[in-house]
């Protein structure tokens, strides 16, 4: 007698637990949003479990994706930090870092993480720095991103809020002209995730919302979001 | 003379050759169905039924879900028994070479999540994964913990878990319990909703017995039940007609 529960040919390894992260780097700050909800599928695990991870004084890894890989990530990114710190007797930087997870995630470029992480910090000339990646490592430094099952709705709203894109009125070359300050950035942070909270199913139940600067380090901010 | 060879219906087919891919074994035999974990006033709240399914064969009536490991921890498990009984054995392990030291400590309810979420997700890395989900929690230095960990090395933490079926039919009753007194059950109430939960898992899952057992973890330490009986109601039945014929 065959057990009636089946399964395909192979085992699927990965699974998508949802949520949404966001960064917006200013001139000489940066803010990072995402929300503390993981599902599966239709359920929701837990309302918080937060998905982005505080590491040096001066850095934060924000993730979407397969959490299991994400946790997973953080802990060896923890770890590098940790040995670098004892190796070199200072904290490593937003740019050393950045270039470091790319590496680390190439290397598993054949059984990947399932993840979209989003690096943000204060970089070696003070100013605001959010590095993106694909899950086999593929960096930019871009001005601003979004990411996870949300993406799709934030990422068109801030290139035109904040990249200027298709509007008539501002040009995207003029978009040094128009940085956001620190309160405008934190204020579409929180608008754009409750629009995305009533929307997504995936995002909701709490808003994560760490500010860096160089002279405040990170702050941590936790705002509620719909939780239906 | 030609040894007698057995197919058992869950291994892979035929013999592995070398050079061949490794094959490995990915579906549940024996298996257990949901498991319910709840936080109240004085610590956790577990429950369980007593069964062993081999596919939709009710197997082994009297197979134990909740168990204790070390002083004021709990496991819960539901999917492959096997899967499980290997985990035990290797927290079993690991708990005596850590009592082997004889300096009264001994791991705390984290380390032991911690360990089974490890050799999880070790597990799936190698697309060969212990074909389980588990709820962990217990009472580490005067606080209250509960986490899940499943075959795919996924974890969350949160007052009220469920696995399974338990997740669409338990975890709703049990939050709503939470959720009307602002998280603060007393015994009675947290004993009740698991109850009524697993009443519910018993009208609606194919794979359910009306033998359970509860499990309590408090500041004393841990207290697992006798498999105990469940009272249901069927007679409502009797007035049911048609369903289109």
């Known amino acids: 007698m065959v057990p009636t529960e089946h399964h395909g040919d192979q085992w699927e390894p990965y699974v998508d637990n949802g949520g949404s992260t966001l960064a917006i780097a200013g001139e000489d700050f940066v803010v990072i949003g995402s929300d503390t909800r993981s599902s599966d599928g239709y359920n929701i695990n837990t309302r918080y479990d937060p998905k982005a991870f505080k590491f040096t004084n001066n850095t934060v890894l924000a993730t979407t994706g397969y959490r299991a890989d994400c946790k997973s990530m953080a802990k060896s990114v923890q770890a590098q930090i940790t040995k670098y710190a004892h190796d070199h007797g ?90 956001p300050d620190l309160q405008q950035a934190k204020n579409i942070i929180t608008d754009v995730f409750n629009g995305a909270a009533e929307r997504d199913i995936y995002t909701g139940d709490g808003l994560q919302l760490f500010t860096i600067t160089k002279e405040g380090g990170i702050e941590l901010e936790e705002l509620p979001l719909k939780r239906d | 003379m030609d040894p007698i060879t057995y197919k058992l219906p869950h291994t892979p087919q035929g013999i592995q050759k070398p050079g061949e891919p490794v094959k490995h074994i990915s579906s549940p035999a024996v298996t257990g169905s949901s498991v319910l974990g709840i936080k109240y006033k004085d610590g956790l709240m577990f429950a369980a039924d007593c069964l062993g399914s081999y596919g939709s064969m009710l197997k082994f009536k009297n197979q134990h879900r909740l168990h204790a490991i070390g002083k004021s921890t709990v496991l819960a498990f539901s999917g492959d028994v096997s899967d499980f009984q290997y985990m035990q054995e290797t927290l079993d392990e690991l708990m005596n070479s850590e009592r082997n030291w004889e300096d009264d400590q001994s791991l705390g309810t984290k380390s032991i999540y911690s360990y089974i979420h490890a050799i999880m997700y070790q597990r799936r890395s190698k697309v060969d994964p212990l074909w389980n989900s588990y709820v962990v929690g217990g009472i580490e230095k005067g606080k209250p913990f509960m986490g899940y960990v499943d075959l795919y090395g996924t974890t969350y933490e949160a007052d009220s878990l469920a696995t399974g079926f338990g997740k669409h039919l338990a975890q709703p009753l049990m939050r709503k319990a939470l959720e009307d007194k602002e998280g603060d059950l007393t015994e009675e109430e947290a004993r009740d909703v698991l109850l009524r939960s697993l009443r519910v898992l018993f009208y609606r899952d194919t794979r359910s017995l009306n033998l359970y057992q509860i499990a309590k973890v408090t500041g004393e330490g841990v207290t697992i039940s006798d498999p105990t009986h469940l009272d249901s109601e069927w007679e409502f039945g009797r007035n049911i007609r048609g369903y289109g014929f």
């Open chain 1, 90 to 179: 200072k904290e490593m930087s937003v740019e050393a870092m950045a270039q470091m997870l790319s590496i680390m995630m190439y290397q598993k470029r054949f059984f990947s993480y399932y993840v979209f992480p989003i690096v943000a910090g204060i970089d070696k000339e003070g100013k605001g720095a959010v590095y993106s990646y694909d899950p086999v490592g593929n960096m930019e430094r871009v001005g601003f991103r979004a990411f996870g099952s949300s993406s799709a709705l934030l990422q068109p709203f801030i290139d035109d809020q904040l990249g200027f894109k298709n509007r008539a009125d501002i040009k995207p070359e003029e978009r040094e002209l128009h940085l």
